[in-house]
């Protein structure tokens, strides 16, 4: 039988992994500032943004940044470039915006409320794109990625971190996750897969692929 308690920690549960999803609301505000302050988060993030070589003229797209914080590491990178973001949830676009607002009025940081399923224009191809505990989210991810090596150049780089948050999560949990997101951009036509794993309880993963030298399918 269930009991009240249990009833009431599985509605938690639901509503945080919602607002995981997208963040909104005054509840989505705190979830914002949990993302930007949780240690694990932060680092997560930093870590991400370093094996991604961003160079300084690089053009680089993040879908789900959140409340920032790898904009402002990869803004930091891309002095001479642009950062562009993309986030469904619109309290998530303020408070990454106000995180990196002398970028954005400097116009090196451009970051626009949508989906991944209906992407603006970013004219120029991209150098390189970057999804942290994003892509679990996305409608069609396969599809989804395959877009997005449309949009980068040949050669360019995407780099996708999972660390998982469910409970109960363990090593296995993240070994498990790589492999999913593995499979996903193998099928969307990126090569050169390779993993990369931060100490994190759970651990953090990030795949990182390139996309080939030919026309994109
Ligand atoms: C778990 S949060 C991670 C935020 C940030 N990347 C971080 O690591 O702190 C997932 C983010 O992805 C965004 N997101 C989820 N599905 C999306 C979609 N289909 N299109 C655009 N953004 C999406 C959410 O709004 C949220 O900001």
Known sequence: ????????????????????????????????????????????????????????????????????????ELAARATRGHVFGVDHSLAMVRQA???????????????????????????????????????????????????????LRPVGRIALVSQPRCPGATRDTTTRAAQELQDMLTQAGFVHLRVETLDLDPPAACVLADNPTGTPS
């Open 97 to 151: 915006t106000r995180r990196n607002a002398a970028a954005v009025r400097a116009r090196r940081v451009r970051l626009t409320h949508a989906s991944v399923e209906r992407l603006p224009s970013f004219g120029e191809p991209l150098d390189a794109v970057l999804a942290v505990n994003s892509a679990g989210f996305w409608p069609d991810p396969v599809e989804r990625l395959r877009e997005l090596r449309r949009l």
């Open 1 to 72: 039988m269930r009991t009240a308690s249990t009833s009431l920690r599985q509605r938690a549960l639901r509503e945080l992994v919602s607002q995981a999803h997208h963040p909104r609301g005054i509840v989505g505000r705190v979830v914002g500032w949990i993302f930007a302050h949780r240690h694990s988060n932060r680092r997560r993030n930093i870590w991400a943004v370093s094996l991604l070589d961003v160079r300084p003229t690089d053009r680089v797209l993040e879908i789900g940044f959140g409340p920032g914080i790898a904009i402002a």
